[in-house]
């Protein structure tokens, strides 16, 4: 499988893909501040900075971009192909650091969410019950945290 742009210009696009502030962290953000939920964002004291914590809920919700943390039978993770060994290894350790996170987050005592953003944030047009099901289940989620930990 060969790529269609050269290296100079696969680098210079890839380089353009932010870490933080992305759309789809901005949707789960937007979403929880209208809901009334407060968080902080990439807490620098938490393991792996997550993208968004809930202290009082006891909650971390982290915004995972299907291809570059190779979402499991996933058509934007997992089964995408790329011939550069370079991503095929960012890959692998953005997955192995996610699951060292998870431990670390869970072993403070933090309940975590993943959301995946192809898949469960997916563009309105196309799935439109998709995205509102997925923010209305997260809601639900950190509810549901806050009542266990409260009985």
Avoid at 17 to 24: E, R
Avoid at 135 to 149: A, D, G, P, R, W
Wanted: with cysteine; charged share 35%.
């Amino acid at each position: 499988m060969t790529d269609v742009h050269e290296p100079e210009v696969r680098s210079y696009n890839m380089s353009r893909i932010k870490s933080k502030d992305t759309k789809p962290e901005m949707i789960v953000r937007r979403y929880l501040h209208q809901h009334g939920f407060r968080y902080r964002l990439h807490v620098k004291d938490l393991p792996g900075k997550p993208d968004i914590v809930l202290p009082k809920y006891k909650t971390i919700v982290d915004v995972r971009g299907c291809f570059w943390h190779g979402h499991q039978n996933c058509k934007f993770g997992d089964k995408v192909e790329t011939p550069s060994k370079h991503y095929q290894k960012r890959i692998e350790d953005a997955i192995t650091r996610d699951k060292r996170n998870i431990i670390e987050w869970e072993k403070l005592g933090w309940n975590v969410i993943i959301i995946w953003d192809r898949c469960e944030l997916e563009d309105k047009r196309k799935y439109s019950d998709k995205r509102e099901v997925t923010l209305n289940l997260l809601k639900q989620k950190i509810l549901s945290f806050n009542e266990n930990t409260s009985n």
